[in-house]
């Protein structure tokens, strides 16, 4: 499946790899969701972050 936003795609990428860690890491849903938002937000923020320095390089 080939998405023509990027970004898109770094999301769905973001909220698997996020999901996967929070589910090794912690055991209580309660955890696992705060994990799991915590680090999908850092990916996203991270990859604004990166594209606009990219973008102006």
Do not use: Q
Request: net charge positive.
């Amino acid at each position: 499946m080939i998405f023509k936003s990027h970004l898109l795609t770094m999301m769905i990428f973001a909220v698997i790899v996020s999901t996967v860690l929070a589910f090794i890491k912690h055991d209580e849903k309660k955890d696992i969701f705060r994990y799991g938002l915590k680090i999908f937000i850092y990916m996203i923020c991270g990859v604004i972050i990166v594209s606009w320095i990219m973008y102006h390089l």
